[in-house]
């Protein structure tokens, strides 16, 4: 039973910014909005997550809805290393973290 | 300092055999998560630890995997009588306090085939 829905792959220029959509329209109001990535063959890395204010810090921002229903992880400017998986995972606590099939992000020169 | 550690990297072994995968999370962490990622699939969650005690064993696939944790620092996940669907990476992750908005951080998994 997913409670995100990501598009399953996306491609990006190299310096520009990455634009990475999630919905979570059965959000609660308890739930926070987490993003992981996964680098090929690395375990999964933590990038940012937040409750209902948008978030920043060194990797990424991230912008929710007013109404929390969808988010989006944004990339300033990308680089060839943000080629990854990105999660995102609706979840109360980090007891309760599942992780679905994610965004394929390719960043191209 | 260290991050999640993990032994063995590789582990071949027959069908039928147990394994023993290992995990060494941050020092001071106090919960520790297992997950299984089948090739080119997301990670599914197979059991939680705060402390020595796992309050949710509940993506345990059989009765063939176990998991402890002792001196709320090193697990041990067991596979017994392996079968070739246990084929996959095994992660584990560590997080300051369990049951709260914290990040997990990631070991770089054991790749496990059986054969």
């Known amino acids: 039973d997913a409670k995100t829905t990501q598009p399953t792959s996306m491609d990006c220029a190299e310096g520009r910014a990455a634009n990475l959509p999630c919905n979570h329209s059965t959000i609660s109001g308890n739930e926070y909005v987490y993003w992981y990535r996964q680098i090929h063959s690395q375990g999964p890395q933590y990038i940012i997550h937040?409750?209902?204010n948008n978030e920043t810090n060194e990797m990424a921002s991230l912008i929710i809805t007013e109404d929390r229903k969808s988010s989006t992880l944004i990339l300033p400017h990308a680089t060839l290393r943000d080629t990854a998986v990105y999660y995102c995972i609706v979840s109360q606590n980090n007891n309760d973290m599942r992780f679905g099939a994610g965004t394929r992000l390719t960043v191209k020169p | 300092g260290a991050g999640v550690s993990q032994s063995p990297s590789n582990k071949v072994t027959e069908k039928g055999k147990d394994v023993e995968l290992r995990c060494d999370p941050i020092?001071?962490?106090?919960?520790l998560y297992w997950y299984r990622q089948s090739l080119g699939q997301g990670l599914e969650f197979l059991i939680y630890?705060?402390?020595?005690?796992?309050?949710?064993k509940s993506g345990l696939p059989s009765d063939r995997f176990s998991a402890e944790r002792t001196g709320g620092s090193v697990s041990t996940l067991t596979i017994q009588r392996t079968q070739q669907e246990d084929s996959a990476v095994y992660l584990c992750?560590?997080?300051?306090?369990?049951?709260?908005?914290?990040?997990?951080?990631f070991g770089p998994g054991t790749r496990l085939t059986v054969t």
């Open positions: 992750a560590s997080s300051l306090v369990g049951g709260g908005p914290y990040e997990q951080y």
């Open positions: 020092s001071g962490h106090t919960a």
């Open positions: 630890f705060q402390g020595n005690s796992a309050p949710d």
């Open positions: 937040g409750l209902k």
